[in-house]
């Protein structure tokens, strides 16, 4: 019913910025939740950023407050997190993710019923 496709993920050298894209298809994309979510190699998978259905309410994780931004745009069905001032610490496979639901973006997101496959973001020292 809904099918999500992140892009935008590379290589990037520390302080350097980037900027994820996820394009979603589907009738409900505009009245879904939409957020990122994030997973190091070896690590757990949690919770980057989330973004209400008309752009009103979003929340972000202690680690990325005041470096992301989570954005998106209904008229083109895709959602953005604009990540600036890059860490080697934020180096992750990206995945972009929707629901109905705001609550199934906690508990890393177990709940959620739709994800896309991924984008690996790299950020070099």
């Known amino acids: 019913q809904v099918q999500l496709v992140e892009s935008g993920g590379g290589l990037v050298q520390a302080g350097g910025s980037l900027r994820l894209s996820c394009a979603a298809s589907?009738?409900?994309?505009?009245?879904?939740?939409m957020g990122w979510f994030r997973q190091a190699p070896g690590k757990e998978r949690d919770l980057v950023a989330v973004?209400?259905?008309?752009?009103?309410?979003?929340y972000y994780a202690d680690s990325v407050k005041d470096r992301f931004t989570i954005a998106r745009d209904n008229a083109k069905s895709t959602l953005y997190l604009q990540m600036n001032s890059l860490k080697p610490e934020d180096t992750a496979v990206y995945y972009c993710?929707?629901?109905?639901?705001?609550?199934?973006?906690?508990?890393?997101?177990?709940?959620?019923?739709?994800w896309g496959k991924g984008t690996l973001v790299t950020v070099s020292s």
């Open positions: 973004i209400s259905w008309n752009g009103g309410s979003t």
């Open positions: 589907g009738r409900s994309f505009n009245t879904y939740y």
């Open positions: 993710a929707a629901d109905q639901a705001y609550g199934v973006f906690l508990s890393r997101g177990r709940e959620l019923n739709y």
